[in-house]
């Protein structure tokens, strides 16, 4: 269950930042704020404030009961938003307008068009709006970057991670509403695929939802499967698969590139190019301390102008196809991107 959170820089050091959610993300960007001299965690705003507090005591901090008193907060310069997917957009906003830096966890909003409007708005009020992909720091797509010219002329891509779980459990993450379309709730399936190839010409998806139970109306459900076919404009097609809960019995995460002269194969954290008969590991390196390092990196932009490692324009592109994908999801239709 994820709660808001805020953390705050030393206004001596010119900036302070607030940050949203205490799940897993949110207790490695405290983590990281706390032990960064240039930052210090001022308030924590949560579902529950008996959660809230838990978490604020942890870190020295105040505990909130909503998060519009967080935003409202005079003392801090930047709010980290890492609730609900339904919520980031309304956070997000609330946040600009009262003139504080906001770092959004992807998605930015459900919606494609609020989305467009909130980085409309970060420009006009001269703020940061970063929206954390981290999948890009990572070992592997970095090694994938690099390896990349290897294989030659690409030409198929598969991304298919899938998560049994038994049972389900019953939260934000497996309810409708607030988790959102699959493939727009996990964004960074394509975006990873956008900041190697580029822009996306078509999209077709299915998708298939298992209620808790087949009579009931809850928004809660038991398991997903979202497949979407991407046609780049390079076209390279790609397949790309998310599906989660109960109906799944082997755990899976592949990413596939096969070009004219040879093939990447990332099967959980290894990776091989292969090349005719030959086959070369490749190193991928560690996924820990990505949160630590995009936290880090939003630091030293905010206090010393450094450049971040992504857009929220690029986002948004990768936003804009996961919600071709959930419409052609609804009719059935392949939707073609605009030129």
């Not at 906003?93 to 770092?103: D, I, W």
């Not at 780049?232 to 109906?247: H, M, S």
């Not at 590139?257 to 190019?273: K, T």
Request: with cysteine.
């Amino acid at each position: 269950e994820h709660i808001e959170l805020l953390s705050g820089i030393h206004q001596a050091l010119k900036q302070a930042l607030p940050e949203v959610g205490t799940g897993y993300a949110a207790k490695l960007r405290a983590e990281t704020i706390q032990a960064d001299p240039r930052s210090r965690l001022i308030a924590v705003a949560g579902h529950t404030l008996e959660k809230t507090t838990a978490f604020s005591l942890t870190y020295e901090a105040e505990p909130l009961d909503s998060w519009r008193a967080l935003v409202e907060r005079p003392d801090l310069d930047l709010v980290i938003v890492a609730n609900i997917n339904r919520d980031h957009g309304a956070i997000a906003r609330a946040a600009l307008q009262a003139g504080k830096h906001v770092v959004v966890e992807y998605p930015l909003s459900l919606e494609v068009a609020e989305a467009e409007s909130l980085i409309d708005l970060a420009t006009t009020q001269g703020k940061l709006l970063h929206v954390e992909h981290i999948e890009l720091l990572s070992g592997i797509h970095q090694a994938l970057k690099q390896a990349l010219p290897e294989v030659g002329t690409a030409f198929y891509a598969r991304y298919a991670t899938i998560t049994p779980q038994h049972p389900a459990p019953e939260r934000w993450t497996y309810h409708t509403e607030q988790f959102g379309f699959p493939l727009i709730a996990a964004l960074s399936r394509i975006h990873r695929l956008t900041d190697i190839f580029g822009p996306v010409a078509s999209v077709s998806c299915q998708n298939q939802v298992w209620p808790t139970v087949a009579t009931s109306s809850s928004p809660y459900y038991k398991a997903c499967i979202c497949s979407a076919q991407l046609r780049f404009k390079t076209n390279l097609i790609a397949d790309v698969v998310y599906g989660k809960g109960e109906t799944f019995w082997q755990a899976s995460r592949i990413l596939e590139i096969q070009g004219d002269r040879g093939a990447l194969i990332f099967d959980g954290d290894q990776g091989i190019l292969i090349q005719g008969e030959q086959t070369l590991p490749i190193d991928t390196g560690s996924r820990r301390g990505l949160f630590a390092k995009d936290t880090g990196m939003i630091l030293d932009h905010l206090l010393n102008q450094a450049p971040l490692y992504v857009r929220p324009q690029a986002s948004l592109e990768a936003l804009k196809v996961a919600d071709a994908a959930r419409r052609s999801a609804e009719t059935g239709q392949t939707i073609l991107m605009p030129a």
